[in-house]
């Protein structure tokens, strides 16, 4: 079955740091890829996605790359703010399992002043 | 309108209580779905309705009934529930398959005492 394996946090950074959280995935054929952000009481939203291979998922200073060739979708930002201090999610959703997505278990990010 | 509403936010019930939660979007979304987060855990998916019929339920305890009366409506009607059912209750929709991008609400934190 689909499986996502994302680093586990947390994560804590100062503002200003450069960010990475590795993802890496197991599907078959050619998945979705997705980071969903979950802040502090309140539900997720996706961040970035990308729908195939060397796609690259972009959106408020974060990147992250569809590599299929290792079989990642790692997450970066250049300077982390404060703001940006949430639960980050990778997940993908396959054309075979259609309405169902694969979610990782989450890596906390604390970025302090 | 891009927003997945949620009512209520908070609720505490005891275990022979009836109770129901409520979801709401107005995007036009034909899938919707229903998670359940605990804490510091990803969600995890319990009912999919697709056009408004249920097409996946992940073997959820019959204490949880679903029902969408509309393609905009998604309500869960809870039952004799436990105290381990405590948890963020969340929904969802998307267009049409958990491949598109899925808007969240902010969740319904129920208390089973």
């Known amino acids: 079955g689909n499986s996502v394996t994302q680093m586990e946090g947390p994560v804590t950074l100062s503002e200003e740091a450069f960010l990475t959280i590795n993802c890496t995935y197991t599907a078959t054929g050619y998945p979705s890829l997705f980071w969903y952000v979950q802040y502090p009481g309140e539900g997720l939203q996706l961040l970035l996605k990308a729908t195939k291979a060397d796609d690259k998922g972009s959106n408020k200073g974060f990147e992250a790359t569809y590599r299929k060739e290792t079989t990642s979708f790692h997450l970066e930002k250049g300077s982390v703010q404060v703001s940006d201090s949430a639960v980050y999610f990778c997940a993908l959703s396959d054309e075979r399992g259609y309405q169902k997505v694969t979610f990782g278990i989450g890596t906390k990010l604390q970025v302090i002043p | 309108d891009t927003e997945v509403t949620q009512t209520p936010k908070h609720l505490v019930m005891g275990m022979t209580n009836k109770k129901s939660l409520k979801c709401e979007q107005h995007m036009g979304h034909r899938a919707m779905y229903w998670y359940k987060q605990k804490a510091k855990k990803p969600p995890e998916l319990m009912f999919v309705y697709s056009y408004e019929k249920l097409s996946i339920n992940e073997s959820v305890p019959s204490r949880f009934s679903p029902e969408c009366p509309n393609s905009s409506l998604l309500n869960l009607h809870l039952h004799a529930l436990q105290p381990e059912d405590s948890a963020l209750y969340l929904c969802?929709?998307?267009?049409?398959?958990?491949?598109?991008?899925?808007?969240f609400g902010p969740g319904t934190r129920l208390t089973v005492l």
């Open positions: 969802a929709s998307s267009p049409q398959r958990a491949a598109d991008t899925q808007y």
